[in-house]
């Protein structure tokens, strides 16, 4: 099955990603990792968007298309797929449209005063890169690797709120382009509570 997740910032794409990886065996697959997976290994494709990224400017968008398509077309997906941060907009999903065909496409719906509320409890490891919230997790360390956490400098309301005006703003046209294969779920505060009927939901499509 060869699934995408929508969602603003702090929907909880990740973690409910890697629930289905989990339970269903689909690969999890996100651009940031496969661009520093290409980086890391000093890929051409990799070192190419690398000098994008030190220039402080977007990765070109076919770019991004070619690293993703590389992914897509490995063993490695061959039983199926979780796209998490991609696409972003109405012609990413023309781009991606081209290299494979999507079954179905979940978007977390979390209203707005829950994003705010996860925005400026989140703490990040530096070292690690493990995530914490400080609703429930009161410790000023990182569990994994004892390195003291950090609160990123985006991580304020003022850089939240313009991007989640440039999320609805593209991300509206590409609801109604996955329209016909769209399942909505509540992102609850509980990982599990929002889980639960998108477990359902793929078992069915499953059977």
């Known amino acids: 099955m060869k699934i995408i997740l929508i969602g603003a910032q702090f929907s909880g794409k990740g973690t ?108 990040v490891c530096p070292n690690c890169g493990e995530i914490y919230s400080t609703t429930t997790y009161s410790k000023p360390d990182c569990e994994k690797c004892n390195t003291p956490l950090i609160q990123r400098d985006d991580d304020n309301w003022e850089s939240i709120k313009t991007r989640l005006e440039v999320y609805e703003r593209e991300t509206t046209p590409l609801i109604n382009f996955y329209a016909d294969r769209l399942f909505v779920v509540k992102g609850q505060d509980d990982p599990d509570a929002t889980y639960e009927p998108v477990k359902n939901f793929l078992k069915g499509k499953l059977k």
Request: charged share 30%; glycine share 8%.
């Open 16 to 123: 409910l990603a890697k629930k289905i990886a989990r339970d269903f065996g689909f690969k999890h697959i996100s651009p940031g990792d496969l661009f520093r997976e290409n980086i890391k290994n000093g890929t051409e494709i990799g070192l190419l968007a690398k000098s994008y990224m030190d220039k402080g400017v977007l990765v070109p968008l076919e770019v991004t298309v070619e690293v993703i398509k590389n992914k897509l077309q490995s063993e490695e997906c061959a039983g199926g797929f979780i796209l998490d941060g991609f696409p972003r907009s109405k012609e990413q999903a023309l781009a991606l449209q081209e290299i494979s065909d999507i079954d179905n496409v979940i978007l977390l719906d979390v209203p707005l005063d829950e994003i705010k509320r996860r925005c400026l409890s989140r703490r």
